[in-house]
């Protein structure tokens, strides 16, 4: 559990509303609330968990359904 995170056991949206009002944990949290690329999307996913659910949803099946490189085909870590 993240110390800031009030609805740890709840997926929702409050990571955005949190950073939006500055209470983000990292200082990146709130670099993307202020820079104008990603402020309009974080802005938007505060205000509306629905459009935020949508979105997650559409790339979680992308990144799903990526090929992941297994046994000798992917970056073995050597650390």
């Known amino acids: 559990m993240v110390s800031n ?10 990571y955005y509303m949190d950073v939006v009002m500055g209470k983000g944990l990292f200082s990146i949290d709130s670099s993307i609330s202020r820079d104008p690329r990603t402020a309009p999307i974080v802005r938007r ?3 509306d968990q629905n459009y935020f659910f ?3 949803s559409s790339a979680f ?6 090929n992941v490189l ?6 073995r870590n050597t650390n």
């Open 5 to 14: 995170d009030l609805t740890h056991l709840i997926f929702d949206n409050q």
């Open 54 to 56: 949508l979105v997650f």
């Open 61 to 66: 099946v992308k990144l799903s359904s990526t």
């Open 70 to 75: 297994t046994e000798g085909k992917g970056v």
């Open 45 to 47: 996913f505060a205000v």
